[in-house]
């Protein structure tokens, strides 16, 4: 789960007690702009890089690999 989203500071990311080995944030251009390797089942990202708009993070675990949007206001 992600929350909150949209945000202004941060997004914090959980895994639900799996353990998130990379994130990879994308712009709506498809344009890499974070790649983080946390290896925990909690993560936050600061925001404070972005322009304001719509991201893609792709969250990798041992088991799944997902796609969420985040949004920053």
Not at 29 to 39: A, D, F, M, N, R
Request: proline share 4%; no cysteine.
């Amino acid at each position: 789960s992600v929350y909150p989203n949209p945000t202004q500071d941060y997004w914090n990311i959980d895994g639900l007690n799996i353990e998130i080995t990379q994130i990879e944030i994308f712009d709506i251009l498809g344009k890499k702009v974070k790649s983080i390797e946390p290896y925990s089942t909690e993560v936050s990202i600061s925001s404070a890089e972005f322009e304001d708009g719509m991201y893609f993070a792709t969250i990798y675990t041992s088991k799944s690999k997902s796609v969420i949007r985040l949004i920053k206001k």
